[in-house]
């Protein structure tokens, strides 16, 4: 499943992801990663029965975990499957099928937003 | 030699012996049968299209109220139509947005409210005559109370379209969509191979008068569309139909982000292949329709070309701009132009739509002129201020706001040995650096990241960052950074003052 770390300032020093990933042996895949020196906010892929334990691992470290269960929704009835949203979407989401409709992928999404304001036909909401 | 005429091909669509295809189509034949065998044995060719089309709107008459009303100014769910016409006609814009609503909702939705059957709030008022003494008018009405609703589009079915990008370092929301920084994308629009311009680009049977597939029903082309462009690849056409015919599947209103709202249109055009020059033309390909990527960071009606493109380049997903791989998006839906051209097909063939001639030509050669503007567009130059103080980056704290005192300006420019501009202090710096004691060097306090204009810029584009940043005022530098002057809020609203 995907998952999102969020460290706060006060944290940002401390090696909170390399020590959870240590004590609990349980390997991330980190996808998006944007931190700097206030804030930090990654974007992961766990096995799901391991995510009980790394995120008590990471919580305990002063880190805030949340689940990514509600992906992008399209709604087929507005969309012209014209491919706005293709070019825009960071985790290649959307692709066109080889009869030129639009293909969803929704297990990629790390609920970015970036797609919603890119659609001219509004068909696109983030967990429905 | 093949010579058809319309009359021969219409014959064949009675008796269902017509051969008919689409431009997708088509191309193969051509490589298979050669132009000549292609014109023997293709009657009609079908294209379509399905794509944003801003230049759209609704013809419409209300019939008349009792009392009468003479309306002045008309809404649709609080969209404003232009009503400066007879008595109950109004025109009702697909780009016009909504009083209360903003770029949520506009012309085009209403549009489309109407054909799928829903009531539509009318608001109209107006200075009373004798003939028609109302004042106000407040109403429900749905597409069948209307006497007609027709779709009269000033410009559709662009021939092809420039792709857009953004150099810049922020994203732009434009009419070609969302716009990622540093070349993060490029959006294009049309149908390329279908596109109906570019199978007849020499508007042999596109013309005045010609029968076409239009939002789902029977449309004709009018006349040439404004801005028609022809020599240049970019023709355009005027469109007419009748709303309560059409279909939803083919029109759909659009909202773009931080732009507004549009109509997506569906058209599809029949080209009756009369001879092989007709045939030739109906086989262009993806690879042969040429456009360019256009950098929209210039915010300059001439954008900067980044580079050459064809169609099928767009279409292949990504294009390369300084070696980097860019994933490329649509706006039209290519899914949607070969439902149209396969639908329009249909008709053909079972005998629903005859192909026509137009009863005039459209012109084939020429391009758009640019505005004529006689009033010179002011530049940053003309309204700043020169006088700007300016202090070295290794002077003290104590310095810059002697600096300040003795010239009472609250900005100073701060710069190199060699007098380049390196940053910005204001007041407002210089009391926080004391707040917190420290009084070290000028370029230790200062503001880094300077936002700057150059003295050429038109001051509308100045004005625009100093509000989408929240700033009071920005150094004018030249080329080589040195300060010319420095441009604040007062110059340009005693500019705007003078202008309105
Ligand atoms: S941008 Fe919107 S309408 Fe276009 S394909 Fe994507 S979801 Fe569909
Ligand atoms: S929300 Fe972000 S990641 Fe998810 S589909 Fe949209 S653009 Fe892609």
Redesign the pocket.
Known sequence: MKIKISIPTERIHNPIISESIIETGILLNIMVANIDSTYGELIADVKDSRFDKIKNALESRGAIVAILDR??HRDEEECVECGA?IS????K??AFDETWGLCVDEK?????????KMCPHGA?K?GE | MVEKSVHEINKKIEDGSVNVVTAEEMVGIVENLGVEGAAREVDVVTTGTFGAMCSSGLMLNLGHSEPPIKIQKVWFNNVEAYSGLAAVDAYLGAAQISDTRGIQYGGAHVIEDLLRGKEIDVHATSYGTDCYPRKVLDTTITLNDLNEAVLLNPRNAYQKYAAATNSSKRILNTYMGELLPNFGNVTYSGAGVLSPLSNDPSYETIGMGTRIFMGGAQGYIIGNGTQHSPSGGFGTLMLKGNLKEMNPDYLRAASFTGYGTTLYMGIGIPIPILNEKLAASTAVRDVDIMTSVLDYAVGSRDKPVIKQVNYADLRSGSVQIDGKDVPTSSLSSFKNARKIANELKEWVKHGNFFVSMPVERICCEGSAKSMKQTQAVPLVKDVMSDFIVTIKKNQTVQDAAKKIWENSFNHLAVISDTGELVGILTAWDISKAVAENRFDSVESVMTKKVLTCAPNEPVDLAARRLDRYGVSAMPVIDAQRQVLGIITSDNISKLLARRY
């Open positions: 992906p992008i949203c825009v979407c960071p985790m989401v959307y990629k999404c790390i609920q970015c937003g970036m797609c919603i696109l983030l």
